[in-house]
């Protein structure tokens, strides 16, 4: 079963622009993260938040994280061209002994140079 | 040069045939996962497996089968009991490290049932 549920599906910008993309999940998580997939590639990881974390930064990406809503965002700084993917957050649910995560189904950014 | 790897980047399979998809890491890594993926939606979980000799079944088992003989192998096979095989088919490993741990990915394997 899917958990995690990305706003907006597609999201088309302009080269510069910010991009910002949401994660709604249902259930208590342990951490979640965000992948990045090229058209007809496999995904790469890119932040973890964990959840008594609220906001984490790396180089131009700032993801936030909101437990009581259930909720993350992504956001991409300066965009560029090669930013062009689907993006997809991930969750780990807390408790278990295995590693699973559950994806959500994407937000497709498309960066217009 | 580390790195999962999949086989063969594409695929074609007649109705009523098995088929085996190939995935291999040099990684060192103890868990390695299956995944498929439709156009426009996000990853299902197939099988994993966290250990060698040792797997369990995903969200969307029903039609396929795996084994983990060795640890840097974990192939698939799609029988003929799975009812609609078209689809991306993505590999990854991790090492695991705990509730933290994250997971590398393999180029994929696009499978089409003519």
């Known amino acids: 079963s899917q958990q995690g549920e990305e706003d907006p599906q597609a999201l088309s910008i302009q080269e510069g622009e910010n991009a910002t993309m949401n994660c709604s999940y249902k259930?208590?998580?342990?951490?979640l993260q965000w992948y990045r997939q090229n058209s007809g590639r496999g995904l790469v990881h890119l932040i973890l938040?964990?959840?008594?974390?609220r906001e984490k930064h790396s180089g131009r990406l700032r993801v936030t994280l909101d437990t009581s809503k259930k909720s993350s965002s992504l956001l991409i700084t300066a965009s560029r061209a090669a930013d062009t993917a689907s993006y997809f957050c991930?969750?780990?649910?807390?408790?278990?002994?295995?590693?699973?995560?559950?994806f959500g189904k994407g937000t497709l950014l498309t960066v217009n140079p | 040069d580390g790195g999962i790897t999949q086989s063969p980047k594409y695929l074609f399979r007649k109705e009523g045939q098995n088929v085996t998809l190939s995935c291999e890491q040099n990684?060192?890594?103890?868990?390695m996962y299956w995944y498929r993926q439709d156009p426009g939606q996000g990853l299902r979980l197939i099988y994993y497996?966290?250990?060698?000799?040792?797997?369990q079944k995903g969200d969307i088992a029903e039609g396929y089968s795996v084994s983990r003989e060795k640890k840097e192998s974990f192939p698939l096979t799609v029988t003929s009991a799975q009812k609609n095989p078209t689809a991306f088919y993505l590999c990854?490993?991790?090492?695991?490290?705990?509730?933290?741990?994250?997971?590398?990915f393999g180029p994929g394997t696009r499978l089409t049932v003519l």
């Open positions: 990684l060192n890594h103890d868990a």
């Open positions: 259930t208590s998580i342990n951490n």
């Open positions: 990854a490993s991790s090492l695991p490290r705990g509730p933290t741990d994250t997971q590398y």
């Open positions: 991930a969750t780990r649910n807390s408790g278990g002994s295995n590693y699973k995560l559950t």
């Open positions: 497996s966290q250990i060698v000799n040792d797997f």
């Open positions: 938040i964990r959840s008594n974390e």
